[in-house]
């Protein structure tokens, strides 16, 4: 999933790369589970069970293509149970949206900034020791495990084979989920994990910091150097390094913040803000933008100019780190979730703007419409699919400029009562 939205609208899933399953963010929780346990797979009707089991035996020859020996597929598949559960799930995601303030009350949490400082003193040695090999900043790495599993108390109860087996027999998903099984079966193939201690989320994401199968076997890393690579222990030393492997990969810059609140002078061309334009901290600077404090931001590499509420909310300008975080995870909401709270977590401050709180988030519907009406009053937007991407926002301000108005191509809802 490598789309951008830059309304920045939160959406109830989140799998790209890597899925979050935190928990709540105004809960103070645990560091770590008490033992392992495992949600029961609800009973399934015979049909399914039946038609899970022809999936499965069709599955074999192309398990085995694709490197499974015939002793772990027979060990990791004889006797999977169909997840009605997981297809539940998969069917009624709601779609619902946040504005991004919204979702940074909860992902930036006092509470979560506090337990992310308790996780920072108890497991400081190993975090510096982390840094030190793969030049990623201990509170990103924290930050990460903070909002993918609330260090560690959320990871998963559910058994990933028979809810990823469920999931690609299901069919809608179908290619990815089999991607993902026999990445899993690959796994276990290795040695790192058993089958039935294989536990995540309902869509198999797993571990402290909700690595997806495919992810884990490009990223995972045994930093304890016992020969496993376990992201399910209670001991999070090889997930936190996998994290740091994975974004140290994605380019990480050690050093380089992910972005820094600016303010924009009066009459800044808003047509000038976001990800295609680039521009060196100098040249924005002789632009008029300067830090939130008046000074000049210093030279951290290109920067683009990020306006995730529009021209009236909180503008960041981004470097290359921004990027490192989104291979994680692609939606910008989850991008500053992760550096704010890492910001935080290295004892910065919030952000200063205020965010435009009378405003809400469009629904999927209303964005449908806002690119109907958009096309039909001569703004082409290329498509209605309801996906705030570029063609989107080009349309915006291009109805924007037309109407005289701010041309920050912020999907409002006062916007879509324009167009009505």
Known sequence: MKHTIRTLVISALVLPGLAACAGPAGQRTPMVDTGMSIDPIPAATPEAQRSLDLWITGFRPRALTAGITPTTFDRAMTGIRYNPKVIERDRNQSEFTKAIWEYLDTAVSDTRIDNGRRALAEHGAVLRQIEARYGVEKEVVAAVWGMESSYGSFRGKTQVLPALATLAHDGRRGAFFEQQLIAALKIVQAGDVAPEAMTGSWAGAMGHTQFIPTSYLSFAVDFTGDGRRDIWSDNPADALASTA?????????????????????????????????????????????????????????????????GARGPAFMIFGNFTAISRYNSADSYVIGVGHLSDRLAGRGPIRSPWPRGDRALNLAERQELQQRLTGAGFDTQGTDGKIGPNTVAAIEAFQRARGLTADGYPSAALLAMLR
């Not at 140290?248 to 009066?266: D, F, N, T």
């Open 245 to 309: 492997a994975y974004l140290a990969r994605s380019g990480w810059v050690k050093g380089q913040p992910w972005g820094v609140e600016v303010q924009l002078p009066q009459g800044f061309d808003f047509t000038e803000a976001g990800k295609k334009v680039k521009k060196s901290a100098a040249d924005w600077a002789a632009l008029g933008v300067r830090g939130v404090d008046g000074g000049r931001v210093p030279d951290h590499g290109t920067a683009s100019i990020l306006l995730p509420a």
